[in-house]
């Protein structure tokens, strides 16, 4: 596989190494999310929102979560600087966030919609600041990085018969040359892993973490059979079975591959947690897509390998999304969403180690400059989990 050991990045004030350099404007709510996405707009092409659905009448975990994700994007690599949009009366603190990039080493402000009285005044004032913000950022110059400063996301979405047998695969081994050179992968999605967690657990660093992770994917299935549903009966989905995958067993057995074939699992941590361990994370997240990525990047992966077969065009506000197909029809069909296509591995015309060294290259070219597909079509997916009603 490729001998690249370096990348182009930004390296922040923390210590940690960015692959972009966004001006981050957060809302707080969901009634400050038509503002922040006009601001961030304005900013362009650093300006870069966060527009969700929550921040007000959440309870439990779900206001924590909400707390922490919002948090994590604001401390995050690919972030350079600040911009928290409140309204003035919602249960997110303004200033959590703002001092949660601070502590970053990355300037933050905030603006407020009430304070500033009203939807045009608050746009001008904080397009004023975010275009400050953007020309400090844009004097900024990437240097050479070495990849063990990389936290790699592994996805997969719209799942289908190649997806476990050329793009899944392929992957894992981009996953273990990482972790070899000293780098970092992050595997969400717990329902996908339900049927193959003994091959994980088998892999993990210490019996504690083994442990973490079966009692995750017990509480998920849980939850599930507490309201009368049964996970290893309703997946795989509709989609995947039309791709050809027949039972949950087989689909998490595709899914898995992409966290490597031999990188240990060091570490199991909540949505949006903190990735701080060399090796392979397993990251508490649902299965829908978006919710999934969201999580992953929150936890610091700066970049995301997604791959399908059915095709997604799955981004995010801050990191890059590559995606890979197996699939020969999907490559064409969505041409303008795949970044690579690496179906030759079906029918022998590539080898899995060649894909896994293209799919590596991708990742280094995306890493130091390069758009991946989803941001040139301007795919900004963002959504945080939840769990519980709103109150």
């Not at 949660?100 to 009285?117: D, F, H, L, N, W």
């Amino acid at each position: 596989m490729t001998g690249a050991r370096t990348f182009l990045g930004y390296r922040r004030p923390d210590g940690r190494v960015g692959v972009r350099n966004h001006v981050l404007v957060v809302p707080t709510v969901i009634c400050s999310a038509v503002v922040a996405e006009r601001i961030a707009a304005a900013a362009q092409p650093l300006g870069a929102a966060l527009p969700h659905l929550a921040g007000c009448g959440q309870i439990g975990p779900d206001l924590h979560v909400t707390h922490e994700t919002l948090a994590a994007y604001c401390q995050h690599p690919n972030v350079g600087a600040v911009l928290v949009v409140a309204l003035g009366c919602e249960q997110v603190v303004a200033q959590y966030l703002a001092e949660s990039a601070r502590t970053a080493g990355k300037p933050a402000e905030i603006i407020s919609i009430q304070g500033e009285g009203g939807t045009l005044r608050a746009t001008s004032r904080g397009t004023e600041i975010a275009r400050r913000l953007a020309a400090d950022l844009a004097r900024a110059e990437r240097e050479a990085c070495d990849v063990t400063s990389l936290i790699l996301s592994v996805k997969c979405g719209g799942s289908d018969y190649t997806s476990g047998l050329a793009s899944n695969p392929a992957l894992g081994r981009v996953a273990d040359r990482l972790v070899d050179l000293g780098g970092a992968a992050v595997l969400g999605e717990i329902a996908e892993i339900m049927g193959a967690e003994h091959l994980l657990a088998a892999r993990a660093t210490a019996p504690e973490t083994a442990t973490r992770l079966l009692r995750v994917i017990n509480r998920v299935e849980s939850e599930a059979m507490a309201l009368g549903l049964d996970i290893r009966g309703t997946q795989p989905s509709p989609g995947n079975i039309r791709g050809g995958l027949t039972t949950i067993e087989e689909k998490s057995l595709g899914a898995t591959h992409k966290g490597g074939e031999h990188t240990p699992l060091a570490d199991v941590v909540p949505y949006a947690g903190r990735i701080t361990r060399k090796g392979l994370t397993v990251m508490d997240t649902p299965g829908l897509d978006v919710e999934s990525v969201t999580g992953m990047v929150g936890g610091g992966a700066q970049a995301v390998v997604f791959t399908t077969g059915l095709g997604t065009p799955t981004g995010n506000p801050i990191a890059p999304v590559i995606k890979i197909t197996g699939n020969t029809r999907t490559a064409q069909s969505m041409r303008d969403n795949i970044d690579l296509d690496v179906s030759g591995v079906l029918d022998d015309s590539e080898t899995l180690d060649e894909a896994a060294a293209r799919i590596f290259d991708e990742v280094i070219a995306v890493c130091s400059g390069k758009l991946a597909a989803a941001e040139r079509l301007g795919h900004r997916e963002f959504a945080i989990h939840r769990r519980n009603p709103t109150i």
